[in-house]
């Protein structure tokens, strides 16, 4: 389904939190199995939807190669639904003094960060990464994500749209609807961006191509 959609690489990020356990080695071994049974298309590599807690990240900052996307210094990091107090943002700095880029993961549906946006501005402004899940571009996640994602946009927050695909149903892969929304609100330019070159810099390890600067 997503190579239909027009996906080249997908990231597994399988969760690391309090209900899950994160072994790297085990889904390591369990991705090149998968690699075997997909073949060529997509391209397949192993990252972390990394819980942003004082454990987990004392955790990542000690083992960073335990947790980045593809040995890199990208991480995948997710806010609490409920509760973001203001030490996340001590946690953020800790991570980018480590060398390790925060990829702020679905701030759109975070029931708190609805309410706060202007917070993922200031972790922008930090030097984290901003990842819009590409249905709450079309209403898929309903209409306060879907303000919320097109405040971002507006305000050129928004770095990377992704699928976050579960299964085949009701979190399927895709990415192409919500990249025509962006190209005509946006540009194709920044359309292509968000799909193509900062995912492709992310997966690399390298510096974003595209990161406007946020006027406060």
Request: glycine share 6%.
């Amino acid at each position: 389904m997503a190579v239909a959609d027009g996906t080249e690489h997908v990231v597994a990020t399988p969760h690391a939190n309090r209900r899950f356990h994160y072994d790297r080695e085990h889904l390591e071994r369990a991705l090149e199995q998968l690699r075997q049974r997909v073949g060529k298309r997509p391209r397949l590599s192993l990252g972390c939807d990394f819980r942003l807690s004082a454990e987990n990240i004392k955790d990542a900052v000690a083992f960073p190669d335990r947790y980045v996307i593809e040995g890199g210094r990208y991480l995948l990091a997710e806010p609490n639904h409920t509760d973001v107090p203001a030490h996340i943002d001590d946690g953020l700095r800790e991570l980018l003094a480590a060398g390790i880029i925060p990829v702020i993961t679905h701030p759109e549906r975070n029931t708190v960060l609805q309410g706060t946006p202007q917070r993922i501005l200031e972790w922008v402004k930090l030097g984290c990464v901003i990842q819009v899940t590409a249905s709450a571009l079309t209403g898929g996640w309903g209409e306060t994500a879907w303000h919320t994602a097109q405040w971002l946009l507006k305000q050129e927050a928004v770095h990377v749209l992704a699928s976050d695909a579960h299964d085949t149903t009701r979190r399927p892969p895709g990415l192409s609807l919500a990249r025509d929304v962006v190209a005509e609100s946006q540009g194709e330019k920044v359309a292509r961006a968000l799909v193509e070159d900062n995912p492709r810099a992310i997966v690399s390890g390298k510096v974003l191509a595209y990161w406007p600067k946020i006027s406060f």
